[in-house]
C-alpha cells in the first residue's frame, strides 16, 4: 500500500506544479450478480474483474454477494482503494473501485422502495440506494464526487427525485460523475432532474444525438442486446453516465469519450459478461480559471422557469404513484380499515358457514379453504402495513416538491408530456 500511496504522490506533485492534465477512464456496469438466480455468476464476476485493469474509477450495480466484491478486488489489483455499500438484508448491490485514494463514501437509502407484493424483485430485501464516494485525483484541491444507483422501476421517479437532492446537498466544490442502472428510458422526464436541474451532461449524447433521436438508436443499447445470452426481453437504454462539465475547485471535464465494453461473449466461454454492457468514459480533467468562480454552494435546482417546469412534471408523476398507492391501500384512511375489516369478516362468516353445513366427506375441502383465507388475510395485512412506509417516501418527495415550488412563488402550469411516465410496466429490475 505505501507504494500505491507514493506513485499517487509523484502524480499529485507532477500534475499540481506542472498544470498537466489527467485523463480519467472510467467505467459503469450492471453484473446480474444474483445468487442462485444469475446463471454462471462466479465465472461471469471474474472474468469482469479481469476486465477493470487500465481504469481509473470503476461503479459497479448488482455485486449483491460480499464474496463476489472480495474476488473483484483481489483480481483487480491495479485499483487498490474500493468501497462497498452495505444496505438491507441482502445488501445495495453497489459497489465502487479506484486507482486513487477514496477519502470519504456515504450512502443514502431510498424511501420507497419494494414492498412485499414485489418480493420476485427482491427490492424489499436489499435496500437499494445511491452510494457515493470521494475521491483525490491528482492536481491541487481536485476531487471527484462518484455517484452511483440502481433504481427500481415501479418508484423511479422518486428515488430519481432522492438522488437528485443527494448529489445537490454532497457535491460540494467537486467534480461529479454519476452513473449507474436507472431503469429509465431516455425521454422519461426524470433524467432532465440531472440534466436541467444540475447541470450534468449525458456522456452519450453526441453532435445531433439527442434523447428523441437515440430512443430509436440501436446502437444506444445497454440492456438485453440483441444476441446477449441472457437478453431475453426488448433491448433498451437504461444505464447511464453523467459528469459535471465544471466544478468550483477549479477544474473541468472536457473531450469525453463515449463506448461500449464487454459486448462479446467471454473468452472460451459461450456467454456474455452480463445481461448488460459496460458503459466507459474517457475524460480529460484539466485546470480551469473560469469554473473556480461558480460558487455551487449557491446552486439553486429551481433558479429558473425551466428547471421548475420540470419540477412540475416530476411532480404529477410522483403524483401519480402517490395516487396509485393510496388507492391500492386500504389502510391509509379509517374508512378503509373499517372496509377491510367488514369484508374479511365476511369472509370468514361464509367459511365458518360452509365448514359447519357441508357433509362431513366435503371438510376436508372446506378445511383446505379455511387455511387458504388464513394465509392470504396475513399476507395481505402484512403487505398493506409494510407498504405503508413506501406511500410515506413517496409522500415525503412529493411535499418536497410542492414546497421547493411554493417557497419560489411557482405558478407555472405543467405542459402536457405523454412520456413523462414512460412504460409503466415491472419488467425493468
Not at 375441502?365 to 387458504?372: D, E, M, S, V
Amino acid at each position: 500500500m505505501a507504494t500505491d500511496l507514493d506513485s499517487f504522490q509523484v502524480q499529485l506533485s507532477s500534475a499540481s506544479s506542472g498544470g498537466e492534465s489527467v485523463t480519467l477512464r472510467l467505467l459503469t456496469m450492471n453484473c446480474w450478480g444474483l445468487r442462485v438466480i444469475s446463471k454462471f455468476r462466479r465465472e461471469r464476476m471474474e472474468a469482469i474483474a479481469h476486465e477493470l485493469v487500465g481504469y481509473d474509477v470503476v461503479a459497479l450495480q448488482e455485486i449483491w454477494s460480499k464474496d463476489d466484491f472480495e474476488v473483484m478486488r483481489d483480481i483487480a489489483k491495479s485499483l487498490p482503494y474500493s468501497h462497498m455499500f452495505y444496505s438491507g438484508v441482502i445488501g445495495s448491490g453497489l459497489c465502487i473501485f479506484s486507482k486513487y485514494p477514496i477519502v470519504g463514501s456515504y450512502f443514502h437509502a431510498f424511501m420507497a422502495s419494494g414492498g412485499i407484493f414485489d418480493m420476485t424483485k427482491g427490492d424489499l430485501f436489499a435496500g437499494k440506494g445511491v452510494g457515493m464516494c470521494r475521491i483525490k485525483l491528482p492536481g491541487e484541491g481536485c476531487h471527484l464526487s462518484m455517484y452511483t444507483s440502481h433504481t427500481y422501476s415501479r418508484y423511479r421517479d422518486s428515488q430519481l427525485f432522492e438522488i437528485m437532492q443527494f448529489i445537490h446537498y454532497t457535491r460540494g466544490r467537486d467534480l461529479v460523475v454519476f452513473c449507474g442502472d436507472l431503469n429509465t428510458y431516455p425521454k422519461m422526464v426524470g433524467l432532465k432532474l440531472y440534466s436541467k436541474c444540475l447541470d450534468l451532461e449525458d456522456s452519450f449524447f453526441h453532435g445531433e444525438c439527442t434523447p428523441e433521436s437515440c430512443y430509436q438508436c440501436q446502437n444506444c443499447h445497454t440492456c438485453d442486446n440483441t444476441g446477449n445470452t441472457f437478453g431475453k426481453r426488448t433491448p433498451k437504454r437504461i444505464d447511464y453516465m453523467f459528469f459535471s462539465p465544471k466544478a468550483s475547485c477549479g477544474y473541468a471535464m472536457v473531450d469525453k469519450e463515449y463506448t461500449h465494453v464487454m459486448k462479446e461473449l467471454i473468452p472460451e466461454k459461450e456467454y456474455n459478461y452480463s445481461d448488460h454492457v459496460g458503459i466507459e468514459v474517457k475524460v480529460k480533467v484539466v485546470k480551469d480559471s473560469a469554473a473556480s468562480q461558480e460558487i455551487l454552494g449557491d446552486f439553486s435546482f429551481i433558479d429558473n422557469d425551466e428547471k421548475r417546469i420540470v419540477l412540475q412534471e416530476i411532480r404529477a408523476s410522483i403524483e401519480k404513484k402517490r395516487n396509485q398507492l393510496r388507492d391500492g391501500n386500504p389502510f391509509i384512511t379509517i374508512d378503509g380499515i373499517k372496509r377491510w375489516i367488514t369484508w374479511h369478516l365476511i369472509y370468514a362468516i361464509v367459511a365458518l358457514l360452509l365448514m359447519a353445513f357441508v357433509p362431513p366427506v366435503l371438510n376436508i375441502f372446506t378445511n383446505i379453504l379455511w387455511a387458504y383465507l388464513i394465509l392470504r388475510w396475513m399476507r395481505n395485512f402484512a403487505g398493506h402495513v409494510m407498504e405503508l412506509s413506501l406511500f410515506a417516501g413517496v409522500e415525503a418527495n412529493y411535499r418536497d416538491i410542492c414546497n421547493y415550488l411554493s417557497s419560489n412563488g411557482s405558478s407555472l402550469v405543467v405542459p402536457e408530456n405523454n412520456d413523462s411516465n414512460g412504460d409503466e410496466t415491472t419488467t425493468l429490475v
